[in-house]
């Protein structure tokens, strides 16, 4: 496969060195909106920055190249660039976490969410760690933590940074130093907590699943998430 790599920064060569060891080639890596022919493409891995992603993801759909975006802190677009994608009949696939272990932990998240609904006595938090070059907080991957305890709880209807209303999910975001990513789920009560977590140990298997879509991507038409290519949950 010939792929486009839009955004060439952390993200960008680590998945370089993974689409190269698994066969393929790269024929675009940029930093700009322009400056390239995204035709050039086979298909188009956008990790950049959160005012960047909306405009790379359409020029890819208004030009028939798949697109995976795996970049955060653009989501107020996502309905808007679905729509788009269905509209110029692109592929398109977005993930806030791209790892085959986040896409379990999200999974038992929601059974987890499902089962804590029953019991009042706990109430839940969630916790985030990640670097200090991040932009955004909280991180995508809490985003979609929280999303779905709310859609699985009976409680929850919102999330926030820090916050101590009722029926909001509390995210602490913490930016320590070369940590490459780590997600806590805990509902605690009176007398214990039970805590679910994610820690990644570098940036690997991000990109191992965001060249896996792309490779799944390539040949189809619509809007799929990772649960469709991994097969799980
Ligand atoms: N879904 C997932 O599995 C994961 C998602 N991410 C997300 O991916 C994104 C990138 O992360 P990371 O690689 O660590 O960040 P980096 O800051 O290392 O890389 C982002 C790159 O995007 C470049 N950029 C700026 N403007 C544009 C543009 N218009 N078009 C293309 N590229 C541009 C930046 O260039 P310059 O420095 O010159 O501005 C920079 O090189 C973040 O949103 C992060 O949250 C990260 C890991 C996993
Ligand atoms: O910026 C990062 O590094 C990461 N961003 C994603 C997010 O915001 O959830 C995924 C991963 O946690 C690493």
New binding site residues.
């Given amino acids: 496969m010939k792929i486009a790599l ?7 060569k680590t998945i370089e060195k993974i689409a190269i060891s698994r066969g393929h080639t790269i024929v675009i890596k ?4 322009d400056g390239y022919d995204i035709t050039t493409a086979d298909v188009a891995i956008d ?4 005012n ?1 992603a909306f405009f ?1 993801v359409v020029k890819c759909f208004k030009n028939g190249v798949p697109v995976i975006s ?4 653009w989501l107020d677009n996502y309905k808007k660039a679905e729509a788009l994608c269905q509209e110029e009949n692109g592929a398109f696939i977005y ?5 085959l272990g986040v896409n379990i932990f999200f999974e038992l998240n929601k059974q987890l969410a499902k089962m804590m609904s029953k019991l009042e006595s706990y109430k839940v938090s969630m916790e985030e760690i990640h670097h200090t ?4 907080a909280p991180s ?1 991957t809490a985003i979609t933590l929280a999303e779905s305890i709310i859609s699985e709880h009976n409680t929850y209807t919102d999330w926030s940074l820090l916050s101590n209303k009722e029926n909001t999910i509390p995210i602490t975001a913490k930016r320590i130093e070369d940590v490459s990513g780590t997600h806590a789920v805990s509902y605690t009560s009176k007398t214990d907590t039970i805590t679910i977590e994610h820690e990644a140990h570098n ?1 690997e298997g ?1 990109a191992l ?2 060249v896996i879509a792309a490779e799944w991507l390539q040949d189809k038409t619509g809007v799929y998430t990772m649960k469709d290519v991994l097969n799980i949950g």
């Fill in positions: 839009l955004g060439y920064g952390k993200m960008g940029t930093n700009d909106e990790f950049s920055v959160p960047a790379n795996g970049t955060t802190g993930a806030s976490n791209f790892s070059q991040k932009l955004d995508g940036r991000f699943g965001a």
